[in-house]
């Protein structure tokens, strides 16, 4: 199993899909035992997921506020690079 694969199938056991469908699970502990990338990204994966689950939570207005201020950050980084390019 190579590591695209593998990410593609434990994201979507993060969200909950069948992963049988998408690989074998044995493969996919087996893939995570040997590669220090794949624990990596699946650490950054979850704790994502549950920000997200948060951001999905009881308080529409706040996420939208959130994604509002990420977006206006992106932007404002944007503008910073084509300043210094
Ligand atoms: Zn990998």
């Known amino acids: 199993m190579i590591c695209a694969e593998y990410r ?3 994201s979507a056991r993060l969200d909950g899909e069948r992963t049988d469908v998408v690989a074998d699970g044995a493969g996919l502990d087996e893939h995570e035992e040997r590669c220090a990338d794949c624990r ?3 650490a950054v994966a979850r704790r994502l997921r549950a920000l997200t689950a948060g951001a999905q939570g009881p308080s529409p207005e706040w996420s939208a506020g959130l994604v509002d201020r990420l977006l206006g950050r992106l932007a404002a980084d944007e503008g910073d690079q ?3 390019a």
């Open 8 to 10: 593609t199938a434990v």
């Open 40 to 42: 990596d990204w699946l």
């Open 82 to 84: 084509a300043r210094t």
